[in-house]
Protein backbone atom coordinates (compact mmCIF):
# COMPACT_ATOMS: atom_id res chain seq x y z
CA UNK A 1 0.00 0.00 0.00
CA UNK A 2 2.85 2.27 1.48
CA UNK A 3 4.58 1.30 -2.15
CA UNK A 4 1.49 2.42 -4.42
CA UNK A 5 1.14 5.63 -3.17
CA UNK A 6 5.27 6.22 -3.60
CA UNK A 7 4.47 5.30 -6.75
CA UNK A 8 1.70 7.77 -7.34
CA UNK A 9 2.62 10.66 -5.72
CA UNK A 10 6.39 10.78 -5.43
CA UNK A 11 8.68 12.01 -8.48
CA UNK A 12 9.40 8.64 -9.79
CA UNK A 13 6.94 8.04 -12.64
CA UNK A 14 8.69 11.22 -13.83
CA UNK A 15 12.37 10.06 -13.49
CA UNK A 16 12.00 7.35 -15.67
CA UNK A 17 9.72 9.39 -18.20
CA UNK A 18 12.51 11.42 -18.42
CA UNK A 19 14.93 9.24 -18.69
CA UNK A 20 12.86 7.42 -21.59
CA UNK A 21 12.66 10.75 -23.47
CA UNK A 22 16.26 11.81 -23.20
CA UNK A 23 17.74 8.80 -24.70
CA UNK A 24 15.06 7.92 -27.08
CA UNK A 25 15.41 11.53 -28.18
CA UNK A 26 19.73 11.14 -28.90
CA UNK A 27 18.93 8.10 -30.70
CA UNK A 28 16.06 9.17 -32.77
CA UNK A 29 16.75 12.75 -33.66
CA UNK A 30 20.17 13.18 -32.93
CA UNK A 31 22.44 11.44 -36.19
CA UNK A 32 25.49 10.83 -33.78
CA UNK A 33 27.68 7.99 -34.20
CA UNK A 34 25.44 5.18 -32.92
CA UNK A 35 23.89 5.43 -36.73
CA UNK A 36 27.46 4.47 -38.32
CA UNK A 37 30.16 1.42 -38.88
CA UNK A 38 31.42 -0.52 -37.10
CA UNK A 39 28.90 -0.56 -34.49
CA UNK A 40 25.10 0.44 -35.82
CA UNK A 41 22.63 0.53 -32.45
CA UNK A 42 20.43 -1.26 -34.36
CA UNK A 43 22.76 -4.00 -35.77
CA UNK A 44 23.30 -6.34 -32.33
CA UNK A 45 21.53 -6.20 -29.32
CA UNK A 46 24.51 -6.23 -27.32
CA UNK A 47 25.92 -3.09 -29.39
CA UNK A 48 22.67 -1.43 -28.50
CA UNK A 49 23.15 -2.05 -24.99
CA UNK A 50 26.78 -0.64 -25.30
CA UNK A 51 25.28 2.69 -26.98
CA UNK A 52 22.32 3.02 -23.55
CA UNK A 53 25.52 2.47 -21.69
CA UNK A 54 27.13 5.46 -23.28
CA UNK A 55 24.33 7.69 -23.53
CA UNK A 56 24.45 7.44 -19.47
CA UNK A 57 26.39 10.27 -19.51
CA UNK A 58 23.54 12.41 -19.87
CA UNK A 59 21.32 10.09 -18.08
CA UNK A 60 22.72 9.59 -14.98
CA UNK A 61 22.55 13.20 -13.89
CA UNK A 62 18.91 13.31 -14.69
CA UNK A 63 18.71 9.99 -12.22
CA UNK A 64 20.69 11.85 -9.44
CA UNK A 65 18.92 14.51 -9.72
CA UNK A 66 15.63 13.45 -9.87
CA UNK A 67 16.24 11.34 -6.51
CA UNK A 68 17.81 14.52 -4.94
CA UNK A 69 14.85 16.29 -5.41
CA UNK A 70 12.77 13.66 -3.52
CA UNK A 71 15.57 13.33 -1.14
CA UNK A 72 14.18 16.57 0.11
CA UNK A 73 10.35 15.90 0.52
CA UNK A 74 10.41 15.99 4.53
CA UNK A 75 12.27 18.49 4.72
CA UNK A 76 10.63 20.83 2.55
CA UNK A 77 7.35 20.04 3.60
CA UNK A 78 8.26 20.03 7.61
CA UNK A 79 7.75 16.58 8.44
CA UNK A 80 10.93 15.42 9.86
CA UNK A 81 10.19 16.07 13.65
CA UNK A 82 6.60 14.38 13.25
CA UNK A 83 7.92 11.17 11.10
CA UNK A 84 10.82 10.89 14.05
CA UNK A 85 8.06 10.55 16.30
CA UNK A 86 6.37 7.16 14.59
CA UNK A 87 7.11 4.22 15.65
CA UNK A 88 7.88 2.84 12.15
CA UNK A 89 11.39 2.82 11.51
CA UNK A 90 13.28 4.87 9.17
CA UNK A 91 14.44 2.04 7.18
CA UNK A 92 10.93 1.06 6.33
CA UNK A 93 10.21 4.41 4.99
CA UNK A 94 13.15 4.81 3.15
CA UNK A 95 12.81 1.08 1.80
CA UNK A 96 9.46 2.17 0.01
CA UNK A 97 10.44 5.37 -1.64
CA UNK A 98 14.15 4.14 -2.69
CA UNK A 99 12.26 1.25 -3.95
CA UNK A 100 9.56 3.50 -6.03
CA UNK A 101 11.87 5.48 -7.44
CA UNK A 102 14.19 3.28 -8.13
CA UNK A 103 12.23 0.65 -9.79
CA UNK A 104 10.76 3.14 -12.16
CA UNK A 105 13.79 5.09 -13.19
CA UNK A 106 15.29 1.46 -13.61
CA UNK A 107 11.64 0.68 -15.90
CA UNK A 108 12.39 3.78 -18.14
CA UNK A 109 15.93 2.67 -18.72
CA UNK A 110 14.50 -1.23 -19.66
CA UNK A 111 12.05 0.99 -21.88
CA UNK A 112 14.39 2.39 -23.84
CA UNK A 113 16.45 -0.67 -24.04
CA UNK A 114 13.35 -2.51 -25.37
CA UNK A 115 13.29 -0.10 -27.78
CA UNK A 116 16.39 -0.68 -28.80
CA UNK A 117 15.48 -4.28 -28.63
CA UNK A 118 12.82 -4.03 -31.40
CA UNK A 119 14.89 -1.72 -33.47
CA UNK A 120 17.32 -4.70 -33.86
CA UNK A 121 14.96 -7.09 -35.11
CA UNK A 122 13.57 -4.40 -37.51
CA UNK A 123 16.57 -4.44 -39.35
CA UNK A 124 17.36 -7.87 -39.22
CA UNK A 125 20.22 -7.62 -36.50
CA UNK A 126 21.67 -10.05 -34.55
CA UNK A 127 20.26 -11.01 -31.09
CA UNK A 128 21.82 -13.12 -28.31
CA UNK A 129 21.40 -13.32 -24.85
CA UNK A 130 25.34 -11.62 -24.71
CA UNK A 131 23.62 -8.32 -23.85
CA UNK A 132 22.67 -9.33 -20.14
CA UNK A 133 25.63 -8.13 -18.58
CA UNK A 134 25.81 -4.82 -20.10
CA UNK A 135 22.02 -4.20 -19.18
CA UNK A 136 22.12 -5.26 -16.05
CA UNK A 137 25.10 -2.85 -14.54
CA UNK A 138 23.30 0.00 -16.26
CA UNK A 139 20.48 -0.99 -14.54
CA UNK A 140 22.48 -1.12 -11.01
CA UNK A 141 24.40 2.04 -12.00
CA UNK A 142 21.07 3.84 -12.30
CA UNK A 143 19.67 2.50 -9.13
CA UNK A 144 22.70 3.61 -7.46
CA UNK A 145 22.28 7.12 -9.11
CA UNK A 146 19.31 7.51 -7.79
CA UNK A 147 19.24 6.38 -4.25
CA UNK A 148 22.73 8.39 -4.13
CA UNK A 149 20.60 11.41 -5.07
CA UNK A 150 17.99 10.33 -2.48
CA UNK A 151 20.58 10.47 -0.09
CA UNK A 152 22.04 13.50 -0.91
CA UNK A 153 18.81 15.08 -1.15
CA UNK A 154 18.13 14.34 2.48
CA UNK A 155 21.37 15.31 3.97
CA UNK A 156 21.31 18.46 2.27
CA UNK A 157 17.92 19.73 1.54
CA UNK A 158 18.55 22.82 0.00
CA UNK A 159 17.22 24.00 -3.47
CA UNK A 160 20.37 24.41 -4.96
CA UNK A 161 21.01 20.60 -4.14
CA UNK A 162 19.71 18.91 -7.23
CA UNK A 163 20.58 20.92 -9.58
CA UNK A 164 24.25 21.23 -8.31
CA UNK A 165 24.09 17.63 -8.04
CA UNK A 166 23.22 17.10 -11.71
CA UNK A 167 25.86 19.60 -12.94
CA UNK A 168 28.41 17.63 -10.85
CA UNK A 169 27.23 13.87 -12.24
CA UNK A 170 27.24 15.58 -15.97
CA UNK A 171 30.66 17.06 -15.22
CA UNK A 172 31.80 13.65 -13.48
CA UNK A 173 30.28 11.41 -15.96
CA UNK A 174 31.97 12.95 -19.24
CA UNK A 175 35.46 13.50 -17.46
CA UNK A 176 35.15 9.80 -16.95
CA UNK A 177 34.03 8.74 -20.36
CA UNK A 178 36.87 10.89 -21.92
CA UNK A 179 39.03 8.67 -20.10
CA UNK A 180 37.88 5.62 -21.66
CA UNK A 181 36.76 6.40 -25.38
CA UNK A 182 40.03 6.13 -26.66
CA UNK A 183 40.59 9.55 -28.82
CA UNK A 184 40.26 11.86 -26.19
CA UNK A 185 42.78 11.63 -23.86
CA UNK A 186 45.23 9.38 -21.61
CA UNK A 187 43.12 5.99 -20.35
CA UNK A 188 42.61 6.14 -16.45
CA UNK A 189 40.87 2.76 -14.73
CA UNK A 190 39.16 5.31 -12.33
CA UNK A 191 37.07 6.23 -15.68
CA UNK A 192 35.23 3.16 -14.92
CA UNK A 193 33.47 4.82 -11.90
CA UNK A 194 31.50 6.62 -13.24
CA UNK A 195 28.28 5.39 -15.98
CA UNK A 196 29.10 5.79 -19.12
CA UNK A 197 31.30 3.67 -21.21
CA UNK A 198 33.44 4.80 -23.88
CA UNK A 199 31.89 4.50 -27.82
CA UNK A 200 31.58 0.59 -28.63
CA UNK A 201 34.62 -0.25 -31.35
CA UNK A 202 32.85 -3.13 -33.15
CA UNK A 203 29.10 -4.87 -33.76
CA UNK A 204 31.25 -7.95 -32.21
CA UNK A 205 32.22 -6.80 -28.37
CA UNK A 206 31.17 -6.66 -25.28
CA UNK A 207 32.36 -5.41 -21.61
CA UNK A 208 35.43 -7.61 -20.61
CA UNK A 209 34.15 -9.24 -17.32
CA UNK A 210 36.70 -7.62 -15.35
CA UNK A 211 34.79 -4.49 -16.26
CA UNK A 212 31.46 -6.00 -15.28
CA UNK A 213 32.87 -7.26 -11.89
CA UNK A 214 34.19 -4.10 -11.32
CA UNK A 215 31.95 -2.25 -11.95
CA UNK A 216 28.60 -4.43 -10.16
CA UNK A 217 30.81 -4.01 -7.28
CA UNK A 218 31.02 -0.28 -7.14
CA UNK A 219 27.54 0.35 -7.96
CA UNK A 220 26.02 -1.76 -5.48
CA UNK A 221 28.63 -0.12 -2.84
CA UNK A 222 27.03 3.61 -4.36
CA UNK A 223 23.60 2.50 -4.11
CA UNK A 224 24.10 0.62 -0.82
CA UNK A 225 25.71 4.35 0.21
CA UNK A 226 22.91 6.06 -0.77
CA UNK A 227 20.36 4.19 0.89
CA UNK A 228 22.16 4.19 4.04
CA UNK A 229 22.39 8.73 4.11
CA UNK A 230 18.48 7.99 3.09
CA UNK A 231 17.48 6.54 6.08
CA UNK A 232 19.88 7.33 8.55
CA UNK A 233 18.82 9.72 11.77
CA UNK A 234 22.24 10.30 13.24
CA UNK A 235 25.62 11.66 11.96
CA UNK A 236 27.16 8.39 13.76
CA UNK A 237 25.19 6.39 11.34
CA UNK A 238 25.50 8.48 7.85
CA UNK A 239 29.18 8.44 8.51
CA UNK A 240 29.00 4.98 8.78
CA UNK A 241 26.93 4.78 5.57
CA UNK A 242 29.80 5.61 3.69
CA UNK A 243 31.45 2.48 4.20
CA UNK A 244 30.10 0.72 1.74
CA UNK A 245 31.08 2.98 -0.89
CA UNK A 246 34.96 3.60 0.03
CA UNK A 247 34.89 -0.27 -0.38
CA UNK A 248 33.26 -0.76 -3.11
CA UNK A 249 35.60 1.49 -4.83
CA UNK A 250 39.03 0.06 -3.50
CA UNK A 251 37.95 -3.23 -4.49
CA UNK A 252 36.63 -2.02 -8.20
CA UNK A 253 39.92 -0.02 -8.98
CA UNK A 254 41.79 -3.22 -7.56
CA UNK A 255 40.06 -5.32 -10.45
CA UNK A 256 39.28 -2.74 -13.27
CA UNK A 257 41.83 -3.97 -16.44
CA UNK A 258 45.28 -1.65 -15.95
CA UNK A 259 45.28 -0.69 -19.83
CA UNK A 260 42.39 0.54 -22.82
CA UNK A 261 42.30 -2.34 -24.27
CA UNK A 262 41.30 -4.88 -21.25
CA UNK A 263 37.59 -2.86 -21.25
CA UNK A 264 36.26 -4.42 -24.38
CA UNK A 265 36.07 -8.43 -25.47
CA UNK A 266 35.16 -10.21 -28.19
CA UNK A 267 31.45 -11.51 -27.82
CA UNK A 268 31.12 -15.08 -27.09
CA UNK A 269 28.35 -15.19 -29.38
CA UNK A 270 28.12 -12.98 -32.17
CA UNK A 271 32.02 -13.13 -32.45
CA UNK A 272 32.28 -17.02 -32.14
CA UNK A 273 33.45 -18.94 -35.40
CA UNK A 274 31.45 -20.28 -38.36
CA UNK A 275 34.31 -21.83 -41.21
CA UNK A 276 34.04 -23.59 -44.33
CA UNK A 277 37.31 -25.12 -44.20
CA UNK A 278 40.25 -22.29 -44.32
CA UNK A 279 37.59 -19.77 -44.37
CA UNK A 280 35.98 -18.32 -41.23
CA UNK A 281 33.58 -15.64 -40.15
CA UNK A 282 31.74 -14.62 -37.20
CA UNK A 283 28.38 -16.12 -36.18
CA UNK A 284 26.87 -12.52 -36.59
CA UNK A 285 28.21 -12.65 -40.66
CA UNK A 286 27.47 -16.26 -41.11
CA UNK A 287 25.65 -15.21 -44.18
CA UNK A 288 28.90 -13.55 -45.94
CA UNK A 289 30.40 -17.60 -45.51
CA UNK A 290 29.03 -18.63 -48.50
CA UNK A 291 30.19 -15.71 -50.70
CA UNK A 292 33.51 -15.66 -49.01
CA UNK A 293 34.47 -18.82 -49.46
CA UNK A 294 35.35 -19.38 -53.12
CA UNK A 295 37.13 -16.38 -53.51
CA UNK A 296 38.84 -16.83 -50.16
CA UNK A 297 40.27 -19.82 -51.64
CA UNK A 298 40.96 -18.17 -54.87
CA UNK A 299 42.92 -15.28 -53.12
CA UNK A 300 44.81 -18.52 -51.21
CA UNK A 301 46.04 -20.38 -54.07
CA UNK A 302 46.80 -16.63 -55.40
CA UNK A 303 49.26 -16.26 -52.57
CA UNK A 304 50.63 -19.43 -52.46
CA UNK A 305 53.56 -18.53 -54.70
CA UNK A 306 54.69 -16.13 -51.88
CA UNK A 307 57.63 -17.58 -49.17
CA UNK A 308 55.53 -18.11 -45.89
CA UNK A 309 52.03 -17.26 -47.52
CA UNK A 310 48.92 -17.03 -45.54
CA UNK A 311 46.85 -20.06 -44.93
CA UNK A 312 43.42 -19.01 -44.13
CA UNK A 313 40.76 -16.13 -44.08
CA UNK A 314 38.83 -15.00 -41.28
CA UNK A 315 36.98 -12.25 -40.17
CA UNK A 316 38.64 -9.74 -37.59
CA UNK A 317 36.32 -10.01 -34.64
CA UNK A 318 39.11 -7.95 -32.05
CA UNK A 319 37.77 -5.02 -30.79
CA UNK A 320 39.16 -1.99 -33.06
CA UNK A 321 41.68 0.88 -31.44
CA UNK A 322 40.61 4.61 -32.38
CA UNK A 323 44.72 5.06 -32.71
CA UNK A 324 46.35 1.91 -33.46
CA UNK A 325 46.54 -0.33 -36.27
CA UNK A 326 44.75 -3.12 -36.51
CA UNK A 327 45.80 -6.80 -35.52
CA UNK A 328 47.84 -8.63 -38.07
CA UNK A 329 49.22 -12.36 -38.82
CA UNK A 330 51.73 -12.99 -41.73
CA UNK A 331 49.37 -16.91 -41.58
CA UNK A 332 46.25 -15.32 -41.09
CA UNK A 333 43.98 -12.96 -43.92
CA UNK A 334 41.80 -10.53 -41.69
CA UNK A 335 38.91 -9.05 -43.00
CA UNK A 336 36.85 -6.46 -40.96
CA UNK A 337 33.58 -6.66 -42.02
CA UNK A 338 32.66 -3.94 -39.04
CA UNK A 339 34.73 -1.16 -40.09
CA UNK A 340 34.87 -1.69 -43.51
CA UNK A 341 30.89 -2.38 -44.08
CA UNK A 342 31.33 -2.39 -47.23
CA UNK A 343 32.50 -5.79 -47.48
CA UNK A 344 28.96 -7.37 -46.46
CA UNK A 345 27.73 -6.07 -49.79
CA UNK A 346 30.77 -7.04 -51.94
CA UNK A 347 30.58 -9.53 -54.90
CA UNK A 348 33.32 -12.59 -55.44
CA UNK A 349 35.89 -10.03 -57.39
CA UNK A 350 35.62 -7.27 -54.67
CA UNK A 351 36.32 -10.15 -52.08
CA UNK A 352 38.91 -11.75 -53.76
CA UNK A 353 40.75 -8.49 -54.35
CA UNK A 354 39.99 -8.02 -50.71
CA UNK A 355 42.40 -11.12 -49.46
CA UNK A 356 44.86 -10.12 -51.59
CA UNK A 357 45.21 -6.59 -50.83
CA UNK A 358 48.66 -5.81 -49.30
CA UNK A 359 49.66 -9.65 -50.38
CA UNK A 360 47.12 -10.89 -47.59
CA UNK A 361 47.95 -8.26 -45.04
CA UNK A 362 45.93 -5.44 -43.77
CA UNK A 363 46.95 -1.56 -43.43
CA UNK A 364 48.93 -0.22 -41.08
CA UNK A 365 47.01 3.16 -40.69
CA UNK A 366 44.97 3.94 -37.56
CA UNK A 367 41.20 3.46 -38.56
CA UNK A 368 40.80 6.96 -38.63
CA UNK A 369 43.07 8.19 -40.97
CA UNK A 370 44.56 6.72 -44.17
CA UNK A 371 47.72 7.68 -46.64
CA UNK A 372 47.93 7.25 -50.11
CA UNK A 373 51.27 5.09 -49.91
CA UNK A 374 49.42 2.33 -47.81
CA UNK A 375 46.49 2.43 -50.06
CA UNK A 376 48.64 2.86 -52.87
CA UNK A 377 51.49 -0.38 -51.51
CA UNK A 378 48.19 -2.63 -50.93
CA UNK A 379 46.58 -2.04 -54.48
CA UNK A 380 49.88 -2.89 -55.83
CA UNK A 381 50.00 -6.02 -54.19
CA UNK A 382 46.66 -7.21 -54.83
CA UNK A 383 47.79 -6.10 -58.45
CA UNK A 384 50.72 -8.04 -58.72
CA UNK A 385 48.23 -11.47 -58.34
CA UNK A 386 45.54 -10.57 -60.74
CA UNK A 387 47.91 -8.20 -63.75
CA UNK A 388 45.64 -5.27 -63.11
CA UNK A 389 45.55 -2.54 -61.06
CA UNK A 390 41.46 -1.54 -59.08
CA UNK A 391 40.40 0.26 -56.30
CA UNK A 392 40.21 -1.86 -53.13
CA UNK A 393 36.80 -2.25 -51.64
CA UNK A 394 37.08 0.31 -48.90
CA UNK A 395 36.22 3.27 -47.65
CA UNK A 396 38.90 5.32 -49.22
CA UNK A 397 38.20 3.74 -52.72
CA UNK A 398 36.79 6.93 -53.84
CA UNK A 399 39.50 8.95 -52.60
CA UNK A 400 42.15 7.27 -54.25
CA UNK A 401 40.80 7.11 -57.43
CA UNK A 402 40.85 10.86 -57.87
CA UNK A 403 44.28 10.57 -56.36
CA UNK A 404 45.44 7.45 -58.36
CA UNK A 405 48.32 9.12 -60.84
CA UNK A 406 51.03 8.55 -58.71
CA UNK A 407 49.84 4.99 -57.66
CA UNK A 408 49.75 4.16 -61.21
CA UNK A 409 52.97 5.66 -62.38
CA UNK A 410 54.35 3.36 -59.56
CA UNK A 411 52.15 0.14 -60.73
CA UNK A 412 54.24 1.07 -64.75
CA UNK A 413 57.66 1.32 -63.23
CA UNK A 414 56.61 -2.18 -60.78
CA UNK A 415 55.65 -3.86 -63.67
CA UNK A 416 59.10 -3.33 -66.00
CA UNK A 417 60.79 -4.97 -63.46
CA UNK A 418 62.00 -8.78 -63.73
CA UNK A 419 59.64 -11.25 -62.39
CA UNK A 420 61.86 -12.43 -59.49
CA UNK A 421 62.61 -8.81 -58.86
CA UNK A 422 58.88 -7.96 -58.45
CA UNK A 423 58.52 -11.07 -56.01
CA UNK A 424 61.37 -10.29 -53.83
CA UNK A 425 59.64 -6.80 -53.72
CA UNK A 426 56.08 -8.19 -52.56
CA UNK A 427 57.75 -10.31 -49.73
CA UNK A 428 59.40 -6.92 -48.50
CA UNK A 429 55.86 -5.94 -48.73
CA UNK A 430 54.67 -7.81 -46.74
CA UNK A 431 57.22 -7.52 -44.09
CA UNK A 432 56.85 -4.15 -44.17
CA UNK A 433 52.88 -4.58 -43.42
CA UNK A 434 53.53 -7.29 -40.96
CA UNK A 435 55.89 -4.88 -38.99
CA UNK A 436 54.03 -1.22 -39.72
CA UNK A 437 57.67 0.13 -39.04
CA UNK A 438 58.38 1.70 -43.06
CA UNK A 439 56.62 3.27 -45.82
CA UNK A 440 55.17 -0.03 -47.67
CA UNK A 441 55.47 2.00 -51.00
CA UNK A 442 58.87 2.59 -50.21
CA UNK A 443 59.08 -1.14 -50.11
CA UNK A 444 57.59 -2.06 -53.76
CA UNK A 445 59.02 1.11 -55.96
CA UNK A 446 61.50 3.12 -53.81
CA UNK A 447 61.27 6.81 -54.31
CA UNK A 448 57.86 6.42 -56.41
CA UNK A 449 55.76 8.84 -53.88
CA UNK A 450 58.53 11.64 -54.07
Known amino acids: MILRTELRRSIAPWAGLALVAVLLGFLFLLSG ?19 LRFLLVFGWPITTGAGAIQGMRDSRS ?29 LGYLVVF ?16 AFLPVVLVGLLAVVAGTWLGLGIGRLLPHPLTAPALAVVALAGSITAWTSLAGNLGPYS ?41 LAAKSARARLLGLLPVVAGAAIAVSVFPASAGGLLAPDSVAARKICDGPI ?17 REALAMLAKVPGAPTRVEEQIAPNSFTEPVPRDPGVVYLDFQRNDVLLRAGADDLKLAVLAGAGLPSCDPPNRGSLTDWGARMIGAAYFTGELKPLPEFGARWVVVQDGPVEQAWA ?8 VQLARIVALREVL ?5 DPMEALVPGAMR
Open 33 to 51: PWWKAPAPWTGQTTTTALW
Open 78 to 106: GMVELLATTSRPGWHRAANLAGAVGALSA
Open 114 to 129: GVGFAEVLGHGGFVSA
Open 189 to 229: RFGLLGPALGQPRGALVTTAASVDLGQAVWFAGLAVTGFLL
Open 280 to 296: CVSRAHDDRLAALAGPG
Open 413 to 420: KFRALPPE
Open 434 to 438: STCRS
